[in-house]
């Protein structure tokens, strides 16, 4: 049992911003009173909904992949040392996974989307899911490569395609779908790409990017998942791809559809030394179709580490810049790719990514539509959204920023003409009520009485002027897990995933094509609900 | 100056970044006794290990069998080192500045991603010696290193700057995917020296095994040579140059990459 | 420099046209290899199976694999690292010195002309066993197949993949990396995770003697590490973990039994190409399973007094 009380308290999901209230929890919920247990003096601080990620990877093959590559990020690594409590591990750009519990946490941040698992390999990220403390999490597995999907939308079967996903986000034991370059990582496989929406993919004579991205929309709406189609435009980083952009945005009119890190996404010019921002434009169409979220893929200058199922688009920044680079193809469903990269200052190209994802988020009207996110670890470590709320509250420190960009980047750009500064409250609602809602997750992204009891306590005017940076307390299912700087409490999160409605005799369907073109055995596919750590099953809409 | 004397073998690998000058400088005796130093996992103190006297000073001085002590100087900035015996893995390693002297021999990762200073073995060094630690770009930035002895595996591995000699001779891959700077080898190597190296110069005293990959450009006595081999004199080590002695025969690689590295190879005249 | 090209075994089985098998012999070692991935089964796209398919095998020896394959290329031992880099450099039109690659027991002309056929291939693989990781070079040699196999793709599209066996030295890689961030050669000692092969890797501390004490679980070194190893292994308190008593047990202070995995006791497998299979055990077993006997360890140690490292164990 715990009460706060004393915080000014920010619910915009119950429409409470900045009102001093108490908050009061019982077995690991928002309750309206208690009596007895600890209570919290939370004067002069505010109290948040913890943080919801919507678009992160923290887990599974492409990560651990990417981990491996890498020793020499985790000798500059913060460490996190052993104790009693504690497990060990390393921080950096692509953490462990224990640190990763620990960081997000430390944060302030409970609930993690991971954005992108391979069906095939879904058994290890519920594995690496396991290892992460604290958090609560859900994941989106990779539907829009699939070559069993995409054999049955080019021969028109869209309803038996229907009770193909549906079995597999069962098998998979997910939450929710994932599509990336649709069409594309599939003919990576012969070393091609799908830049055309109305092309036919590579290896299939009718079906296009364009049909697979509004069958899947459809078949996900029609399933009722809780989360909506999660799609990655094609085209991601390429100058001028923006027009692919709307022209996906289009598609999908009339459906609901999650845009996935649209900065990468909002490029004109026609090269690289053209390369400018087309924020505006993307949000002109955002504002106006409300079918729509998105999360922003911001950048941030520093260290990143590039990790997506784009294959493709991972051989084009390795040509580019000639660091590491490593590819996996998974059979059948979609692929890796990993190159290290750096975002600098003085690079055209990196000032206007920069800007073009600030620009997203203010141009973009309704926080409850746009979130924060750097598509961890591809734009920046998630550890740094503080630095990504500091610029989205302060347009002077934003102004002094864009002072230190290469000259020839303010042309390219318009960030330097807006105004505009975001409310304590729209952070809740960008970092926390906005995503809770778009996954579909009620019980999270609010105080309301029946909320999970997930909590982040900041000071409101800290000494550093950094007020997101160290929360003073954090607590998740009414424990306190973070007190003053130190993890106080270590919990087991939970999995949260769907069990939407196939027919049952997909399977005999599915077995002998199975057999054919996969190499296991079918009854080793579907991931044993035991090997979930504490799975949630969450109902479909009604 | 402190000086340290081993009075006791560790049993296993002793851990002691804190024996470095810029650490011991500022400190009275008594400090420098309690200096955490790490046994395996269990924290001990200099003192456990070492007999310490004299005074306060910007040297110091270590005595002894110490090849498995590790990380010696690690990050040192300034002063001068001496160890009256060996010094196990990691002795200088990241370091920017200063002297460290070495009697005896030395174990792997010597100097590894130094980027200033100098280092004198006297005796055999290990592997890895002034390179990238696995997965680092870079190895050593700066800085000498000078070998009287033998080296082991990647000698100068991924180095950008700076001189590594060595008078005894190396093993496998002496300047593999070199990026710069000058590897002296007096006494040439084993195999697959200058391995996929895209820049730098290595300099062979003796003939060299050399990789498919490379490619006999000229034979000459290059100016820089002189300049060089003053340095290194003055360094305590000689290398040929004169035209009346031989001439250098250039070996440019590695074609793998492709790279624009080079191997120069003395040839005495026949006397 | 750094970096891993590849694929999962099913791409193999439905794509690829070229298969090139380096210092292994699957024949032997992996006897399914070949009729489950990569030459005899009819894969998507290359739906006439064996004819649709070129195979070279390049080994110091003939080998029973030698049978199956199109095209077999002798070479001689310890020389895999000159060749690869020839390769490489004749993958980029560069100029070779031709005795010197004969040494290698092939000609330039061999050589460029399995250049010529791997970028001619639609989708090429390389499997690298033992015999490239464990031969002079070592990590060295590994790292020139997947540069080789990287760069081809400048041309076509080409992976390679480690010819893994030993039990689950892939599903130890990947718990590793993903709680500790290294796939193996890890210190704990200063409570953090520090990765140096050479410096922590089992060969090398057994054979310096840098370790006071050894749990051995899965493994047999007594039977396959330098005679200096071994007598430091018999020489401390050392304890293993298996279902049979090994050579390793004999010169142990303590030898726990335990269930074998995969036959009695459950589990995840990751398999060559990283994916993770469950384990459901067909057999009972009357002893533990190895999970049991760690967690007890475990529990026994931390009823134990603390001894925590020193808050400053991190290295600056």
Known sequence: MLRITGGKVHDPANGVLGVVQDICIADGRIVPQVEGGRSIDASGMVVFPGGVDVHTHVAGAAMNFARGITPENYRKASPFIHTPELRAGLGGITPTTFATGYLYAGMGWTTVNEAAVPILSARHTHEELHDIPILDKSSLVLMANNEIVLDLLEAGEVERAKHVVAWLIWAAKAYGVKAVNPGGIVAWKFGKNASKLSEPVDGYRRVTPAQIISSLAGIIDDL????????????????????????????????RAHMAHLQFHAYGGNGWGTLRSEAATIAEYFNAHTNLTAD???????????????????????????????????????????????????????????????????????????????????????????????????????????????PKAQKRIVLADLDRQYTVSEIAIITSAGPARALGLSQKGHLGVGADADIAIYD??????????????????????VEEGQIRAVTQGREFIVHP????????????????????????YPVAIERLAQPDIRACRP | MPTLTLKEQPAVPLEAESLSPDVTAALALDAVRALPVYLGKRPQRVDDFFEVEGAAGDELEIRGDGRKIKWIGRGMTRGRLTIIGNAGMHLGAYMKGGTIEVSGSVMDWLGAEMSGGSIHVGGNAGGQVGAAYRGSLSGMKGGTILI??????????????????????????????????????????ELRTGAWISRGTIISLTPIRLLPTFSYSCTYNPTFLRVYARHLSTLGFRIPYEEKDGAYQRYTGDAAVPGKGEILVWKPHAS | MGGKVTCTLGEVKNRADFIVYWGGNPAECHPRHFTKYTLTQKGRFVPEGRKGRTMVLVDIRETPSAKAADLFLQIRPGKDFEILTTLRALLKKQRVD???????????????????????????????GMGVSMTRGKHMNSAAILRLAAELNAFTKFVCMPMRGHGNVTGSDMVLRWTTGYPFGISMARGYPRFNPGEFSTVDLLVRGDNDAALILGADPGATMPQPGIEHLASIPTIVLDPKVTHTSRLARVHITTAATGISAPGTVYRMDEIPLPLRPALNSPYPTDEEILRRIRQAVAAKPLWSPAPNATMA
């Not at chain 1, 409101?460 to 897990?481: C, D, Q, T, W």
């Not at chain 1, 409605?501 to 080793?524: C, G, H, M, W």
């Not at chain 2, 080296?151 to 001189?163: H, K, N, Q, T, W």
């Open chain 1, 296 to 406: 922003a893929g911001a950048i941030l200058f520093g260290d990143a580490m590039t990790v997506t199922a784009d294959g493709p688009w991972e051989h084009v920044l390795h040509e580019l810049t000639g660091h590491k680079w490593s590819n996996v193809d998974v059979e059948n469903e979609t692929g890796c790719g990993i190159v290290s990269y750096t975002y600098k200052e003085r690079s055209l190209v990196n000032a206007v990514q920069w800007a073009v994802g600030l620009e997203l988020l203010l141009l973009i009207n309704d926080p409850w539509r746009i979130f924060l996110t750097t598509d961890h670890p591809n734009g920046g470590c998630f550890w740094r959204y503080p630095e990504l709320i500091r610029l989205l509250r302060d347009a002077d420190y934003r102004r002094e920023c864009l002072k230190r960009l290469p």
């Open chain 2, 148 to 189: 009287e002895g033998s080296a082991g595996l990647e000698v100068g591995m991924r180095m950008r700057r700076g001189i590594i000699a060595v008078g005894g001779q190396v093993r496998d891959f002496a300047g593999l995917e070199m990026k710069g700077g000058t590897i002296l080898l007096r006494s040439g190597a």
């Open chain 1, 224 to 255: 009722r998942l809780p989360h909506p189609l999660h799609l990655h435009c094609n085209n991601l980083g390429i100058p001028g791809n923006v027009s692919t952009t709307l022209e996906t945005m289009k598609v999908l009119e009339g459906r």
């Open chain 3, 98 to 128: 031709e005795k010197s690659v004969a040494e290698t027991g092939l000609t330039v002309d061999q050589l460029q002309d399995l250049v010529d056929r791997m970028k001619r291939a639609r989708f090429g693989v390389i499997f690298f």
């Open chain 1, 460 to 481: 409101e005017n800290p000494a550093s002027g950094l007020m997101f940076e160290h929360p003073r307390y954090v607590i998740k299912g009414g424990v306190i897990v």
């Open chain 1, 501 to 524: 409605s196939f027919d049952e005799q997909i399977e005999a369907y599915l077995r002998p094509l199975f057999e054919k073109v996969y190499t296991i055995s079918f009854d080793n």
